[in-house]
């Protein structure tokens, strides 16, 4: 086979090749939009909640455990569960799912 046939069969699938990249780059730049920058930015709305945790904030752990915050410490948390008898116990901040209210608000 000569060069020049070479060229002439590689000219024809180079255009394939480039059809075929277009619907790949669509595909995943949708894929970013719907799914990769939603996630990125729901990891950043609990990061600021993680962070502007304090005492006496009322929350809810992924366990389904309701509490308020009567102590941080670094990465955990003191959350005190009942009154009478006075429960408490000591949860990692990630275990937080969502804060509820902050007994400053009432």
């Known amino acids: 086979m000569t060069v020049a046939t070479f060229l002439q069969l590689g000219g024809g699938t180079a255009g394939g090749f480039g059809s075929f990249l277009i619907p790949?780059?669509?595909?995943?730049?949708?894929?970013?939009?719907?799914?990769?920058?939603?996630?990125?930015?729901?990891?950043?709305?609990?990061?600021?909640?993680?962070?502007?945790?304090?005492?006496?904030?009322?929350?809810?752990?992924?366990?389904?455990?309701?509490?308020s915050i009567?102590?941080?410490?670094?990465?955990?948390?003191?959350?005190k569960i009942s009154s009478e008898p006075q429960v408490k116990i000591r949860i990692s901040r990630a275990a937080i799912a969502q804060v509820e209210a902050s007994e400053d608000a009432k």
């Open 70 to 79: 009567s102590g941080i410490d670094g990465d955990s948390v003191i959350l």
């Open 24 to 67: 790949l780059a669509l595909m995943f730049g949708i894929m970013y939009l719907m799914v990769i920058m939603p996630q990125q930015k729901q990891r950043k709305k609990t990061q600021e909640m993680l962070t502007a945790l304090k005492t006496g904030d009322k929350i809810l752990t992924t366990g389904g455990i309701y509490g």
